[in-house]
């Protein structure tokens, strides 16, 4: 088994892979996650502000139920937009053609919804949730509509899943902490805006009447919001290294990509016709 | 594996053949004649039939009515969880949701 990469490099390789990704890659992530956030908080605000939201929680809860899977679809297009980013030519341009989109729609409607009550349950019970996290992301792009075997997506999730531990583990710890440290970011931007434009403008909000009025959970919910559309390309990214190189343990992707970086003197010996060659040393 | 071990390998079909792959998929020995590449991949006839063949439809005609019942649930599922978020959060006072009950407590 070759060794993994550390969870600082890995990371490392995710932010140069987000930097150099053309903006339709960002557009596909966008598209879905943006707008199921804003629903998210339209929900939120109308459940905890309106008199007459026990009328129509059913109707509200359905249509953010659809926008949950609208953004889950279009996360697995993100993901398999950046894995064939990393996939040597021939492969990437086979591997882009695969995606099916009734198929893609299929597998993530059927499965990511159980993310939202396994993920509490694993993180209550502690000890599997950094595996459970890892499966989750990795349906994104292994159930990019390349199969409508759910069974088979699962199961290839969860075996990615459970490579690497430490380094799995290991990344979660790092991310926790970027994202509680972005958390916070955010929150004192948006609560000293309102004081910004006091001091500017002087204009009055209930945010520079009360201080206090921060605490509301509307507040906090856009503030999660934001931390989360920040945050979420990153480990979409990370774990998509993550199953780019644990398929390479099998494929030798990872091998050939660096043999396509390099310059023709020295790709020449490992043409097409060698190619199986290299694979089958690495297999060893 | 080193590379003196493959050398020391016959292919799975023919005895008398060294074998120069192995295959990925079943890790067996083949000779020359015995493997094809595919997906960038060197596999043997057999590994490279099962992974041509076509997806599972005479397996299972009843497919399309599993996939239905699974989507059905997932969605149902969804539906409940942001059902009773919508619910919890109708429990709590409007108090809470404004962040004036800080305020009460602190004057309190």
């Known amino acids: 088994?070759?060794?993994?990469?550390?969870?600082?490099?890995?990371?490392?390789?995710?932010?140069?892979?987000?930097?150099?990704?053309?903006?339709?890659?960002?557009?596909?992530?966008?598209?879905?996650?943006?707008?199921?956030?804003?629903?998210?908080?339209?929900?939120?605000?109308?459940?905890?502000?309106?008199?007459?939201?026990?009328?129509?929680?059913?109707?509200?809860?359905?249509?953010?139920?659809?926008?949950?899977?609208?953004?889950?679809?279009?996360q697995s297009v993100f993901a398999s937009r950046m894995y064939d980013r990393l996939l040597p030519g021939r492969q990437a341009r086979r591997s882009a053609s695969r995606i099916n989109v009734?198929?893609?729609?299929?597998?993530?409607?059927?499965?990511?919804?159980?993310?939202?009550?396994?993920?509490?349950?694993?993180?209550?019970?502690?000890?599997?949730?950094?595996?459970?996290?890892?499966?989750?992301?990795?349906?994104?792009?292994?159930?990019?509509?390349?199969?409508?075997?759910?069974?088979?997506?699962?199961?290839?999730?969860?075996?990615?899943?459970?490579?690497?531990?430490?380094?799995?583990?290991?990344?979660?710890?790092?991310?926790?902490?970027?994202?509680?440290?972005?958390?916070?970011?955010?929150?004192?931007?948006?609560?000293?805006?309102?004081?910004?434009?006091?001091?500017?403008?002087?204009?009055?909000?209930?945010?520079?009447?009360?201080?206090?009025?921060?605490?509301?959970?509307?507040?906090l919910t856009v503030v999660c919001g934001v931390t989360y559309l920040l945050v979420n390309p990153l480990l979409k990214t990370v774990y998509v290294l993550r199953c780019f190189y644990g398929e390479s343990v099998h494929s030798g992707a990872d091998l050939i990509a660096e043999l396509n970086l390099a310059p023709p003197e020295v790709r020449s010996p490992a043409d097409s016709s060698k190619r199986g060659e290299v694979r089958s040393e690495m297999e060893r | 594996m080193s590379r003196i071990d493959l050398s020391r390998q016959r292919c799975l079909n023919h005895a008398q053949r060294e074998a120069v792959a192995r295959c990925p998929e079943c890790?067996?020995?083949?000779?020359?004649?015995?493997?094809?590449?595919?997906?960038?991949?060197?596999?043997?006839?057999?590994?490279?039939r099962k992974l041509l063949a076509p997806e599972e439809k005479e397996k299972y005609p009843l497919r399309f009515l599993l996939r239905a019942i699974q989507l059905t649930c997932s969605v149902v599922a969804l539906w409940l969880f942001f059902y009773y978020l919508g619910e919890i959060l109708l429990l709590f006072p409007t108090s809470f949701h404004e962040g004036t009950i800080w305020e009460k407590l602190e004057k309190s």
């Not at chain 1, 993530?108 to 950094?130: C, D, H, K, N």
């Not at chain 1, 009360?210 to 509307?218: D, I, R």
């Open chain 1, 102 to 219: 009734l198929r893609l729609i299929l597998i993530q409607a059927i499965l990511q919804p159980y993310s939202l009550f396994l993920l509490p349950l694993a993180f209550i019970v502690f000890l599997p949730f950094g595996w459970v996290y890892a499966h989750f992301h990795n349906i994104s792009l292994i159930g990019n509509g390349g199969t409508t075997d759910v069974r088979a997506v699962w199961r290839k999730s969860w075996k990615l899943a459970l490579l690497w531990p430490a380094q799995n583990h290991r990344l979660i710890l790092i991310l926790s902490l970027f994202s509680i440290v972005l958390f916070l970011n955010v929150a004192v931007v948006i609560f000293f805006i309102p004081q910004l434009i006091r001091t500017l403008f002087g204009i009055e909000s209930a945010f520079t009447m009360s201080p206090l009025q921060a605490l509301n959970t509307t507040f």
């Open chain 1, 1 to 74: 088994m070759m060794k993994p990469k550390g969870a600082l490099d890995l990371i490392e390789e995710a932010i140069a892979e987000l930097r150099t990704a053309p903006a339709g890659v960002w557009i596909s992530y966008y598209a879905g996650s943006f707008l199921f956030v804003l629903c998210l908080l339209y929900f939120w605000a109308d459940m905890s502000r309106s008199a007459f939201a026990h009328r129509h929680v059913a109707e509200s809860a359905f249509g953010v139920s659809l926008l949950y899977i609208w953004m889950k679809c279009w």
């Open chain 2, 27 to 48: 890790k067996r020995y083949f000779c020359r004649e015995c493997v094809a590449e595919h997906d960038d991949r060197v596999l043997c006839a057999s590994c490279l």
